[in-house]
């Protein structure tokens, strides 16, 4: 048997033989400890146990076959390199051994420094420690007392669970007893008591004495990095950074080298450039004297890297020398941990390092200008959720301000203003030139212009999903919601928060990033990115490396896209805006904001009336109006195409609530007065009553039950479009029908429609598209025959994904949600990144059935997804023509256009 030596998988790598691409296998940590060994870097010895052994190890509990056998041979070698074997009582090897994974997860996992130190060896180290110079046999004794007591403090917290704070509260202890604050004040005694103290608090906890047998310490250190992977905090970090649950730990095991022997020792952690800003030049800190754990730790205060150009020319010319290498070897921000022993630098870690959304625009951009990448990689390594980061005004954390109340960061940036309770007040103060917050228990679909005249808004109920959120993160508008610490009165015009009272005219700022609400102005930033996609700063000719970076990266994004973008817009205001952040145009105009506010009025006459007559003067009276509202859009976007969507929620959206009219009617009856009106109001209102509205009359069906309402839709754009040309600009208008699922609903529209637009545009060169919405099912099934009447597509996601899982979207999210993202059912809501397999698939055989039955047909989509990354990317591997966001989403679309077609086209050949 033993003879027939089958190939054993490998478990164990030394560094010598990893590589910068093996982070899967070997963790981040040990793949770039592999790739600085290769390089020629100076990095003490040591091995790598793969993720795949912490897999195995995760599933049985216990190490896999031949792992062991391997850490000895590794281990082995490596005794042979160092001259010395691990915790020899004479001259001890000692290692480190270290958690790594494939994507950092800072602080999460473990760290376990002088495996191999006991009773024995700790007398051997320092006899080693003092052997090159005799003075300092008294710093030797220290040094070896101080990491002994280390690693009796990191195994007992780390592998043994004993309580981090009884080895704090003993080491507290021995500087008070010793009349210091300066763990650098104890001497070898006063470590060798605290030892014996750390010794007791681990046999308090374990019920066993503090392994002494090396070997023993590192195989059950190797056990406690594997078991840190499921570690509450790291399973709770994963979810949160949408780690995947399933990759593993490797550990790291390596030679220890010691900024702890002295003041020619000391260890740091640097940038190669300003992490936060982008800047060029070197950024870090120094310890001198300490082992590595004592930097983060903020135990002593470090001084600056450039400091120690004076402690230790030499080792800082070396280091400067080193980082420069890794730069343009990784081509990229690294950052590093190292350790300088008596003098000689050692290297301990490097990684591509994480940096702010502005950094990271500014570095590509400098690494562009460097040589070192092409504007693609540039393209590739920033993203749209760092822009849109970049997009929202910030408040300057320069000042002291400790909020009242903590909501959901529900849409992200920061505001400040005037309080007001309702959308008129909002209005008004708005026009005056005041900054407002609207404040409301929740928002609803009256309260659209006080929210857009509002800086920010703040609501006391509803989460990330509630129409404020979704409304106010289409406006790119900061909001934070559910910030149920707040009592909002809205008839008395004022909130109480905390025992405080806040009337209207009270100044509140609002941060929709972290959800804080603070009283009174906190200052704000606005944002030079947005200020560059409005065109008030020019990136020609401005000093701002951020500016520059964004302009250059979006044109070649602009320049590599397949993708047109366009955008959602009701408004010419919004058409304008959308226009300066790139849109190429309207994907997404919908009529039924129209028929908001006053106008609301029109629409209950068309409700109620009782015959033609009252029906055609309701509607005759909308016309004009709808008319001005599509004039001023076409105007605004000459020469684009602009699709606009025929009416589609229900109607009785337009109308009261039946509880407040049954109530009205009541109290109008009681006191005797004339409630004709009211009552046929409410006798609407419960003849329309639907139990499943979402499925019930709306859209395509609205058209088709009520005469004349498309009609005259299409009549307005037809005539609006006839005007503004013949004004001497161009208007593309595509008539959209919504909620479409058989070709006969659509034929019908169509064949209506068509009849209007011959008879409004006659000869004045007006060409009007007529397509559909594809957000029914089965409409993404017969597309093929659809196609057929419909000269576009437009895919209606959030619908489909309603529709397509069968999930009421305002219910779902807030009711059970959160237990699918638990269960992993899905990683992201569906109805924030699009569900590639399902309803995406619904997209793909659309797109495809479509194309077949009309070549020339136009695919487009609109919804919530035109704007989010991952989804951006699906839309251009199907193939459509153009994505539809809100304004705000415009830019972020256009950058993740770019990124998808660099991603999946390859690079760029001319
Ligand atoms: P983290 O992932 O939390 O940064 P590390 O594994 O990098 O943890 O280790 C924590 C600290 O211990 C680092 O600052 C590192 O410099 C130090 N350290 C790790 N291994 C050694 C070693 N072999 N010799 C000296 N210091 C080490
Ligand atoms: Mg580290
Ligand atoms: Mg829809």
């Not at 480190?96 to 994507?103: D, E, I, L, P, T």
């Not at 710093?139 to 043994?160: E, H």
């Not at 590509?364 to 920033?382: S, T």
């Not at 990266?553 to 805006?577: F, Q, W, Y």
Request: proline share 4%; hydrophobic share 40%; charged share 25%.
């Amino acid at each position: 048997m033993a003879k027939q030596e089958t190939v054993e998988h490998k478990y164990v790598y030394a560094f010598a033989e990893g590589n910068k691409d093996l982070k899967e296998l070997l963790g981040g940590k040990g793949a770039n400890l592999a790739e600085m060994t290769n390089l020629g870097l100076p990095v003490p010895p040591g091995f790598t146990i793969t993720t795949e052994a912490c897999k195995a190890y995760l599933v049985t509990g216990e190490e896999p076959d031949g792992l062991a056998d391997q850490i000895a041979a590794h281990l082995a070698s490596l005794e042979q390199a160092m001259g010395k074997r691990l915790g020899d009582p004479e001259d001890p090897l000692l290692v480190s051994v270290r958690s790594g994974a494939k994507f950092s997860m800072p602080g999460m996992m473990e760290t376990v420094l002088n495996v191999g130190l006991n009773d024995r060896s700790v007398q051997g180290l320092a006899r080693q420690a003092s052997g090159a110079d005799a003075q300092t046999s008294g710093g030797a004794d220290r040094f070896a007392w101080d990491s002994y007591r280390r690693l009796i403090q990191m195994f007992g917290k780390t592998v043994c669970e004993v309580p981090g704070e009884e080895f704090e509260h003993a080491l507290d202890d021995a500087k008070r007893a010793k009349g210091t604050h300066d763990d650098l004040d104890l001497d070898a005694d006063d470590l060798r008591g605290l030892v014996d103290a750390y010794k007791k608090i681990f046999f308090k906890h374990t019920g066993r004495e503090f392994p002494q047998e090396p070997r023993e310490q590192l195989d059950l250190a190797i056990r406690a990095v594997f078991e840190s992977w499921n570690a509450e905090r790291a399973v709770l970090y994963r979810r949160q950074e949408r780690i995947p649950a399933d990759l593993g730990t490797a550990v790291n095991v390596v030679a220890m080298v010691f900024g702890n022997l002295g003041p020619d020792s000391g260890t740091g952690v640097a940038f190669t450039r300003d992490p936060a800003s982008g800047a060029q030049g070197i950024y870090g800190d120094y310890l001198a004297n300490a082992q590595g754990e004592d930097v983060v730790a903020g135990i002593r205060n470090t001084v600056p890297l450039q400091e120690l150009e004076r402690l230790d020319k030499k080792s800082y010319d070396e280091l400067l020398g080193i980082m420069a290498r890794l730069e343009g070897h990784y081509r990229d921000l690294c950052d590093i941990e190292f350790t300088i022993e008596r003098g000689k630098l050692w290297m301990l870690q490097t990684r591509v390092g994480k940096r702010t959304a502005a950094a990271a625009f500014v570095i590509a951009g400098q690494l562009v200008d460097e040589g070192l990448i092409d504007l693609d990689e540039a393209l590739h390594r920033v993203n749209g959720a760092q822009l849109a980061q970049l997009m929202f005004p910030r408040f300057r954390l320069d000042h002291e301000f400790q909020p009242v109340a903590k909501g959901i960061g529900a849409s992200p940036g920061a505001a400040s203003g005037k309080v007001v309770f309702t959308s008129a007040r909002a209005v008004e103060l708005a026009a005056e030139g005041e900054s407002v917050i609207l404040v409301r228990r929740e928002t609803n679909p009256d309260d659209l212009n006080g929210m857009i005249a509002a800086q920010g808004i703040l609501t006391s109920r509803g989460g990330k999903t509630s129409h404020a959120a979704v409304v106010a993160r289409g406006m790119g508008k900061t909001c934070v919601s559910g910030a149920d610490e707040i009592e909002v009165n809205v008839p008395q015009r004022r909130f109480v928060v905390g025992g405080q009272t806040v009337v209207e005219g009270d100044v509140v700022s609002i941060d929709g990033t972290t959800g804080k609400v603070y009283l009174g102005e906190v200052p704000v930033m606005p944002s030079e990115v947005v200020q560059y996609f409005e065109g008030s700063l020019d990136p020609e000719h401005v000093d701002n490396p951020l500016v520059r970076a964004v302009h250059r990266i979006m044109s070649h994004a602009d320049g590599r896209r397949r993708l047109a973008v366009r955008t959602n817009a009701d408004t010419g205001a919004d058409a304008a805006r959308a226009r300066r952040f790139g849109a190429e145009g309207i994907g997404l105009c919908r009529t039924e904001h129209m028929f908001l506010g006053d106008r609301r009025e029109l629409v209950e006459r068309l409700i109620l009336a009782r015959d033609n007559t009252e029906r055609e003067a309701a509607l005759a009276a909308l016309l004009p109006l709808q008319r001005a509202d599509f004039e001023e859009i076409f105007r605004e976007m000459d020469g684009m195409p602009v699709t606009v969507r025929l009416i589609d929620p229900p109607l009785h959206e337009f109308l009261p609530p039946l509880e407040q009219l049954a109530v009205n009617v009541a109290v109008a009856q009681e006191r005797g007065e004339d409630v004709a009106q009211e009552e046929a109001l409410l006798a609407a209102v419960r003849r329309m009553h639907e139990e499943n509205p979402m499925l019930g009359l709306r859209g395509v069906r609205l058209g088709l039950v009520i005469p004349g309402l498309f009609a005259m839709q299409v009549r307005a754009i037809a005539e609006a479009a006839v005007t503004v040309t013949r004004s001497g600009a161009v208007a593309r208008p595509e008539i959209m029908v919504p909620l479409v699922g058989a070709v006969q609903e659509l034929e019908t529209v169509r064949a209506e429609a068509e009849k209007i637009i011959a008879e409004v545009v006659g000869d004045s060169g007006v060409e009007v598209l007529i397509g559909t919405m594809i957000e029914v099912p089965r409409a993404a099934l017969t597309a093929g025959q659809i196609a057929e009447a419909a000269q576009f597509f437009s895919f209606g996601t959030n619908d489909l994904t309603q529709m397509g899982w069968g999930f009421s979207r305002d219910d779902v999210e807030g009711a059970f949600f959160w237990r699918y993202l638990e269960l992993g059912i899905f990683g992201i809501s569906p109805f924030e990144s699009i569900d590639r397999d399902g309803v995406g698939r619904l997209v793909r055989i659309a797109a495809e059935e479509g194309r077949a039955a009309r070549p020339e047909l136009k695919l487009g989509v609109c919804g919530e997804h035109g704007g989010d990354p991952e989804s951006v990317h699906f839309f251009h591997e199907v193939g459509l023509d153009y994505v539809s966001c809100s304004p705000f989403r415009v830019p972020v679309a256009r950058l993740e256009a770019g990124r998808a077609a660099v991603e999946t086209d390859g690079s760029d050949s001319r």
